[in-house]
């Protein structure tokens, strides 16, 4: 076990053998259940301490800048993927008949192990209609360069990060932001885990980095429901002191 580490960490980051090893430890559990099961112990799999995650996002401000300044060809990648935070390579593989613009929403494909592929209703909301919209027909992907699928856009990309006022911005931060986004505004994790294509709660977890403005919306948030809570029961009181006989 060491041996595979220290092999791997010349290659990798301590949070990809991580996930190596959640990997390794989870096939050792199904070994040990089956019948007859594997002889002995699941062997103990360590745990390496993962850097600080990446604190990229991109602010409500800053959306409109870049999307003014990107070229025609990568907007709706841009657009789709602020808003639904799907991988990138996901985002290069839709096809048009996974658009449903009569539904609002785009039909991704969730696998599951043993199972047959499931698909997964992705919104379709805000400015993604109107850019699906304007979207040319020229290939049957959605995202594509005259008749071919974009493949690559990383030049275009950082030039408008720069001209925006976001130099260094990773389209992966766009994912990061879809998932603050939707959390702020109330969708069950269940949901956001399902439209971003995140199969584990641990994962999403990572991208729930709080900021001042977080913490002053909750304490706003539980002061609205103490001061409810606290007037209905100043009204039960008072209801309840008239009903008492003098």
Same mark, same amino acid.
């Given at each position: 076990?060491?041996?595979?580490?220290?092999?791997?960490?010349?290659?990798?980051?301590?949070?990809?053998?991580?996930?190596?090893?959640?990997?390794?430890?989870?096939?050792?559990?199904?070994?040990?259940?089956?019948?007859?099961?594997?002889?002995?112990?699941?062997?103990?799999?360590?745990?390496?301490?993962?850097?600080?995650?990446?604190?990229?996002?991109?602010?409500?401000?800053?959306?409109?800048?870049?999307? !003014?300044?990107?070229?025609?060809?990568?907007?709706?990648?841009?657009?789709?993927?602020?808003?639904?935070?799907?991988?990138?390579?996901?985002?290069?593989?839709?096809?048009?008949?996974?658009?449903?613009?009569?539904?609002?929403?785009?039909?991704?494909?969730?696998?599951? !192990? %043993?199972?047959?592929?499931?698909?997964?209703?992705?919104?379709?909301?805000?400015?993604?209609?109107?850019?699906?919209?304007?979207?040319?027909?020229?290939?049957?992907?959605?995202?594509?360069?005259?008749?071919?699928?974009?493949?690559?856009?990383?030049?275009?990309? %950082?030039? !408008?990060?720069?001209?925006?006022?976001?130099?260094?911005?990773?389209?992966?931060?766009?994912?990061?932001?879809?998932?603050? %986004?939707?959390?702020?505004?109330?969708?069950?994790?269940?949901?956001?885990?399902?439209?971003?294509?995140?199969?584990?709660?641990?994962?999403?977890?990572?991208?729930?980095?709080?900021?001042?403005?977080?913490?002053?919306?909750?304490?706003?948030?539980?002061?609205?429901?103490?001061?409810?809570?606290? !007037?209905?029961?100043?009204?039960?009181?008072?209801?309840?002191?008239?009903?008492?006989?003098?």
């Amino acid at each position: 076990m060491k041996h595979y580490i220290q092999q791997r960490l010349k290659d990798v980051k301590p949070s990809t053998v991580n996930r190596e090893l959640g990997l390794l430890h989870r096939a050792s559990q199904l070994g040990y259940q089956q019948d007859p099961p594997l002889v002995g112990r699941v062997p103990f799999f360590p745990k390496l301490t993962e850097g600080e995650p990446r604190k990229g996002f991109l602010k409500p401000e800053h959306y409109r800048k870049l999307l !003014a300044e990107l070229p025609q060809e990568p907007k709706l990648l841009f657009v789709v993927a602020y808003h639904v935070g799907l991988r990138k390579g996901a985002l290069l593989r839709i096809r048009w008949d996974q658009v449903d613009l009569a539904s609002s929403c785009i039909w991704m494909e969730a696998k599951k !192990a %043993n199972r047959k592929p499931e698909p997964v209703a992705v919104p379709i909301y805000s400015d993604m209609r109107a850019y699906l919209e304007l979207q040319p027909h020229t290939s049957e992907y959605l995202l594509s360069r005259g008749s071919a699928p974009i493949k690559d856009f990383r030049r275009s990309w %950082n030039l !408008a990060c720069q001209t925006a006022g976001v130099p260094g911005l990773l389209f992966h931060h766009l994912r990061r932001t879809a998932v603050r %986004n939707l959390r702020r505004a109330g969708v069950a994790e269940s949901v956001i885990m399902k439209i971003t294509g995140r199969r584990t709660r641990g994962v999403l977890d990572l991208y729930n980095i709080t900021d001042q403005n977080d913490t002053l919306e909750a304490g706003r948030l539980a002061e609205e429901l103490l001061s409810r809570a606290h !007037a209905q029961d100043s009204s039960q009181m008072a209801s309840q002191s008239k009903r008492k006989p003098n």
